[in-house]
């Protein structure tokens, strides 16, 4: 049923592009090349119009935007057009734009975009509109939009055609016009206490500054690999040392790891450094420059995210990891004295841990376990151990921990901060510590940088600095629940080489090939010849036992790699009860998250809690496996979307 539906469908909406491309030629042939237009004057926006009708009233205006609606009634018409600020109606009389105008009128397809010219009114039923005296076409519109009740829906669409995303869902769009005002906020108050934005280099030979893997790339014109920035902290540092006392920098960094939720691999950071001020200085800053944004941007420093109300007004909580530890965990760190009694509390508490990890490490690992997700106020978790922690300066009454805090929202790291390391003598000994855990399998560990250490010799001042994961200020501040809601183009998983050369091939096509068709042309085959599956069961199960298994479509609501797991995704299910179910599978050496958000899976929902890395896992996600050559392949079984989540199958 569902695949002659399709094949019905299909054919109505090539012909309608078929007729969209037949309009074009036709207003070509007559002299009217919508493509030809180099500009338009724009007075006023829709909104400008709406928020002070009573000024507008009567005036002329000139708006230009996308037609979304269209009502055509003889010898009078309405539309809607979309501009960056909103909608506005415009009444459209043939006998006010002129006969030979108001047929082409009627010729415009939603998606078009038109400029309108006219006064400002008010409609019978009390809507403000546009009297149209002039309408022009200055762009047409080759493709259908998605039906206006039903929108763009599906998550990866929307990511990978954010163009279609931001025209037909009005809160995407809010959403980036909020994200820019929140760094607009950002830079107003920081250059009013002083600081200058500055920009330092994206190729880099030494990417330090953060435990994270680089990517690597050639310049050819030097014969050099050089390597994409993970941070932001050492040429900032540099222009401390040169006596630029108070710098900041908001961009792009990269970094070489997995996508989920809360993470992408180009993500914006803006990191600053303070001369002469410390950690607890920069504990300050970010109390006043979270509220000074809510406030600017959002007329409140209350915010409201998945249910839970956070107040940015009140004073934030300070603690130190091992009493957050000692708090949540029930395990006091100033009793552990030596790596081995450290080694035997994880292994009590099933933490996993390597060999090269040293007590300080290991402490980390109970505050990622047991901490951060009650870490829901706005909370600053101060003095880490300095196993973790290569660019910080020591406590002087405890050389075991350093002068760095990490500030946590919604059981997020929202920010990283230091009283900076100065002693170029200690840094040199960091450094080769962290050569050393390199070599031991780390590969997120930093490198030894020598121009780094000589400006460090020519003298740093004692220094406050850190880094703001703008994006994640962007997803509370603006409600989202995935990191690629708040980036306009984030990271996708190519579509593969069989779709990129349909779409091609559709390009150099005639007007009526569609990129459907050349898809269709370009079949992929498998080849099974080489392919084993499991034998088959020969012990039978009797009936009633096979019933009890719940098997239930599934919709998948958030897909994240699990930390410290490199097989792990977690799943947060919609399984139709109204209660979300937490599933783990070990599937991550074949998807990446991103790949199964929104997607529709079948799942066992009657099994028992299963506890995986500390997480009830609540059912199984149903895959097929088989072996290639010895090598295990699998495939998520992913259904129809139409199937609602909860449908069970008999």
């Not at 809510?294 to 091992?322: H, N, S, W």
């Not at 007590?359 to 901490?371: A, P, Q, R, T």
Request: hydrophobic share 40%; glycine share 6%.
């Amino acid at each position: 049923m569902g695949d002659q539906q399709k094949n019905t469908q299909e054919p109505d909406v090539n012909q309608l592009r078929k007729v969209r491309r037949e309009k074009l030629a036709d207003l070509q042939a007559n002299g009217k090349n919508p493509f030809e237009i180099t500009k338009y004057d724009v007075t006023c926006h829709a909104t400008d119009i709406k928020e002070n009708f009573e000024e507008m009233e009567g005036k002329h205006v000139s708006v230009a935007g996308r037609v979304m609606q269209k009502r055509v009634m003889g010898k009078a018409s309405f539309c809607n057009i979309l501009d960056l600020s909103g909608n506005i109606q415009s009444y459209v009389a043939r006998d006010s734009i002129g006969e030979d105008s108001y047929k082409d009128f009627k010729k415009l397809d939603i998606g078009d975009i038109i400029g309108i010219e006219g006064e400002v009114f008010k409609t019978k039923t009390g809507e403000i509109s546009i009297h149209a005296s002039a309408v022009k076409l200055l762009s047409k519109s080759l493709q259908i939009l998605p039906e206006k009740f039903h929108g763009l829906t599906n998550t990866d669409t929307r990511y990978r055609q954010r163009y279609v995303d931001l025209i037909v869902n009005p809160e995407v769009r809010d959403t980036f016009i909020k994200r820019s005002r929140i760094i607009s906020a950002v830079r107003r108050y920081l250059d009013g206490q002083g600081f200058m934005e500055v920009e330092t280099p994206m190729l880099v030979a030494n990417a330090g500054g953060a435990a994270a893997r680089p990517f690597e790339t050639h310049f050819n014109a030097l014969n050099e690999d050089l390597k994409l920035r993970i941070s932001l902290e050492l040429y900032l540092k540099r222009l401390i040392v040169g006596g630029l006392e108070r710098v900041y920098e908001i961009g792009r960094v990269f970094r070489n790891e997995g996508l989920d939720t809360r993470h992408n691999p180009e993500f914006t950071l803006m990191e600053l450094y303070q001369a002469y001020t410390d950690y607890n200085g920069m504990m300050d800053l970010t109390e006043n420059l979270y509220r000074h944004v809510a406030q600017e941007v959002l007329g409140t420093t209350k915010i409201v995210y998945k249910g839970i109300e956070m107040d940015l007004g009140e004073p934030f909580e300070r603690i130190t990891m091992v009493d957050a530890v000692k708090k949540y965990a029930g395990v006091d760190w100033n009793e552990v004295e030596t790596l081995e009694q450290a080694r035997e509390l994880a292994k009590e508490h099933n933490l996993e841990f390597e060999e090269r990890h040293k007590k300080g490490d290991i402490l980390n690992l109970f505050f990622e376990e047991y901490v951060e997700e009650h870490l829901l106020q706005p909370t600053f978790v101060m003095d880490h151990p300095v196993e973790i922690s290569p660019l910080t300066k020591k406590k002087p009454e405890n050389p075991n921990y350093v002068e760095r805090f990490e500030f946590f929202m919604n059981g997020w790291e929202m920010a990283n901060a230091y009283s900076e390391l100065n002693d170029p003598i200690d840094q040199r000994e960091r450094f080769a510590a962290q050569e050393e855990a390199f070599a031991a399998g780390d590969e997120e560990a930093n490198h030894t940088d020598e121009d780094f250490l000589n400006a460090l010799e020519i003298g740093m001042p004692p220094t406050g600095g850190i880094g703001f994961g703008i994006d994640r200020m962007c997803m509370l501040l603006t409600g989202a629940e995935a990191i690629r809601d708040v980036l306009l183009f984030p990271t996708m998983k190519s579509m593969g080489a069989a779709k990129n050369e349909a779409n091609n091939a559709a390009q150099s096509a005639p007007a009526e090939k569609t990129v459907e068709k050349a898809i269709a042309e370009v079949k992929e085959t498998y080849d099974f010849s080489n392919v084993e599956v499991e034998p088959l069961f020969k012990d039978m199960v009797d009936f009633e036992t096979f019933s009890k298994s719940d098997f239930r479509a599934v919709k998948v609501k958030e897909c994240e790699a699990v930390p410290k797991s490199k097989k792990l995704l977690k799943f947060v299910l919609n399984d139709g009860s109204g209660v979300d179910r937490v599933i783990l599978s070990g599937i991550h050496d074949y998807y990446e998250p991103e790949e199964l958000v929104g997607k529709t899976l079948l799942a066992i929902t009657n099994l028992p809690p299963r506890k995986m890395m500390g997480i009830d896992s609540c059912g199984m996600i149903i895959s097929a496996t088989h072996l290639v050559e010895g090598r295990e392949g699998l495939n998520v079984l992913i259904l129809d979307d139409k199937i609602p989540a909860g449908a069970k199958l008999y």
